[in-house]
């Protein structure tokens, strides 16, 4: 990616930021070059060499024009109004600047964020949460970086016609040689720009490496620590710190020598220009504007390398965060604008297929009716397709054959969102905010009462462990609900899909590893809702679906046989055979 191609993405992005800048740069400009110009006359007059040079008579016949008197004073109090203007001007472009940076960034994160969450899970689980994490986070903000890089670039650039095209206006001979003399001392410093970009990829990957290595390590800190393993962990985060410092450091150092070496070669130009005037006769006036002008120059041909510099080191982090928001789109999750009021009829898929890879498949010509208001269950072994199936119901996967219907409309046709807010979850892996048991249960329905919450709490045999806790419902459960029992955890799950008075409660593998008394009151919980909803539940532990309508056993990603349970524990099919072994 080069620059230009940098900067057509980002205007095509933020077209009105862009040309709010460049109209900036423009005015800034055209100050500078009337600061540039009111020199001339200062110097004449203070040298006593009035009317010698080209500028003064145009500045002069401005002067004259406004009314004001052409003596020293007016020229001075001139060039200080104008140098003030330029000053005033450049805080207003980076106060603007600023501003744009938020809105970039806030393109940036809550855009790509979006897209992660509108992707189907697939994509989402597919991902390195730590690369996920330092996209969305350290890559975001040096995207935005990048932008300020570009757009303070902007100004600069404009100047630098104005700061060359007064020298040559003065004398091209000089000119000439000042910038020849700059080029071949500018050669060197291509090595080290050849670099930069290379030094960016280091340290977004660096970057990377790190955020998972951190976040996997407080995400595992009871296994770690029960393990004893600390020094192991502490030694890949050591190892990766190590090698971000080592990009990072490497980077700056680069663009800090890169902007230092202008100063040495600015004053040397300066020199250059003084004794390349005198050897051509330039008036004493005209060497002063062109030697203020090339002093200028000098800066503000450091400023644009130095932000060239930077620009070309976070190309890497824009192709990352633009590289997720791509996969995410494409990973997106068809919907419709049909609105889901509730279930009449029930669910009923016909002929689903899904496969995660090509030729592998995990569902395989899936025929079933869900009837509303009854309990279904699915039971099978690890990998069998419960959970695939479960999540192409509630539309978090996309079947890849076959469809799916509620109430006779494809799920393709409905409004997701108004289906999810119709939908209660309860996963097998305890999901809690850390946050009060009251946010967590209100998380689900915001606009929830505390009769609500409460009622929510009572059906899902939560209200008594509540009551004897010290804050109750303010009572903060932390990361994960880890400062709660397992079975305390998921009745506080359980809660928080009731609160919503759903029109399909999902249960996944909700009991599985509860001990037996914190099943029973699940099941107690789940048995009191009975025929309110209608029920899929995956279930490991047979005992939970005992009472279910209809039992559905998976196997290979198939149906291999459905039933009631004292049916089909006495059919001496797949089912009676997880019955016997649970026995055992």
């Known amino acids: 990616m080069s620059i230009v191609q940098f900067g057509l993405a980002l205007f095509k992005r933020y077209p009105t930021l862009f040309i709010g800048n460049l109209i900036l740069a423009m005015i800034l400009v055209a100050v500078d070059a009337a600061t540039l110009a009111s020199i001339a006359p200062i110097v004449s007059i203070l040298t006593q060499d009035s009317g010698s040079d080209r500028?003064?008579?145009?500045?002069?016949t401005v002067v004259t024009y406004l009314g004001l008197n052409g003596n020293v004073t007016v020229y001075l109090s001139i060039f200080v109004c104008l140098t003030i203007s330029n000053s005033l001007l450049l805080v207003t472009i980076n106060y603007l600047i600023l501003r744009a940076q938020f809105i970039v960034r806030h393109d940036m994160i809550i855009g790509?964020?979006?897209?992660?969450?509108?992707?189907?899970?697939?994509?989402?689980?597919?991902?390195?949460?730590?690369?996920?994490?330092?996209t969305l986070t350290v890559e975001t903000s040096r995207v935005t970086d990048a932008f300020t890089a570009l757009t303070r670039m902007i100004a600069p650039v404009s100047q630098v016609f104005i700061l060359m095209w007064i020298p040559l206006f003065i004398s091209w001979e000089v000119?000439?040689?000042?910038i020849s003399s700059a080029a071949i001392m500018l050669i060197p410093l291509r090595r080290f720009r050849a670099r930069v970009y290379e030094c960016g990829r280091e340290t977004t990957n660096s970057n990377n490496e790190f955020s998972t290595a951190l976040q996997e390590m407080l995400q595992n800190a009871r296994l770690i620590i029960g393990f004893a393993n600390m020094e192991q962990a502490l030694q890949r985060l050591r190892a990766a710190f190590q090698n971000l410092r080592t990009a990072s450091i490497g980077l700056q150092f680069l663009q800090s020598a890169i902007y230092a070496l202008h100063s040495p070669i600015g004053i040397i130009v300066v020199f250059v220009t003084f004794l390349s005037g005198r050897h051509f006769g330039v008036n004493l006036a005209e060497i002063a504007v062109m030697l203020y002008a090339f002093n200028r120059l000098s800066g503000t041909v450091a400023n644009i390398n130095q932000s060239r510099s930077q620009l070309i080191s976070l190309f890497p982090s824009y192709e990352q965060v633009m590289a997720i928001r791509q996969k995410?789109?494409?990973?997106?999750?068809?919907?419709?604008?049909?609105?889901l009021a509730g279930l009449r009829d029930g669910i009923m898929l016909k002929n689903v297929s899904f496969s995660y890879e090509p030729d592998s498949f995990a569902l395989r010509g899936i025929n079933l009716?869900?009837?509303?208001?009854?309990?279904?269950?699915?039971?099978?072994?690890?990998?069998?397709?419960?959970?695939?199936?479960?999540?192409?119901i509630m539309g978090i996967q996309h079947a890849t054959g076959g469809q799916v219907f509620l109430d006779g409309k494809s799920i393709d046709s409905?409004?997701?969102i108004s289906f999810r807010n119709r939908l209660g979850y309860v996963p097998q892996r305890t999901s809690l905010f850390h946050a009060s048991i009251r946010d967590n249960i209100a998380w689900a329905k915001p606009d929830a009462t505390e009769t609500e919450i409460r009622e929510a709490c009572r059906l899902a045999n939560a209200d008594?462990?509540?009551?004897?806790?010290?804050?109750?419902?303010?009572?903060?459960?932390?990361?994960?609900?880890?400062r709660l029992s397992g079975g305390q955890a998921q009745r506080i799950s359980l809660a928080r899909a009731l609160v919503r008075k759903p029109t399909l409660l999902v249960l996944d593998e909700a009991t599985s590893a509860l001990d037996t008394k914190s099943e029973k009151l699940i099941q107690s919980a789940i048995e009191e809702i009975a025929g309110q909803t209608t029920f899929l539940v995956i279930a490991h532990r047979l005992s939970t679906i005992a009472k279910a309508?209809?039992?559905?056993?998976?196997?290979?990603?198939?149906?291999?046989?459905?039933?009631q349970f004292d049916q089909l524990s006495q059919s001496g099919g797949h089912f009676a055979k997880l019955v016997e072994m649970q026995k055992l």
Do not use: C, W
């Open 175 to 178: 000119t000439a040689i000042a």
């Open 464 to 482: 008594e462990f509540i009551a004897d806790l010290e804050r109750g419902l303010d009572t903060i459960v932390g990361d994960q609900g880890v």
């Open 549 to 563: 309508d209809n039992i559905v056993v998976m196997g290979q990603g198939r149906i291999q046989e459905q039933g």
């Open 328 to 339: 995410a789109e494409a990973a997106h999750v068809p919907v419709g604008d049909h609105k």
């Open 414 to 416: 409905l409004d997701l």
């Open 369 to 392: 009716m869900i009837p509303a208001g009854k309990m279904t269950a699915l039971v099978g072994e690890s990998g069998s397709g419960k959970s695939t199936l479960a999540d192409i």
């Open 55 to 60: 500028i003064t008579p145009y500045v002069s």
């Open 112 to 134: 790509s964020a979006e897209r992660v969450l509108k992707s189907n899970i697939n994509f989402i689980e597919g991902q390195r949460q730590g690369d996920v994490m330092n």
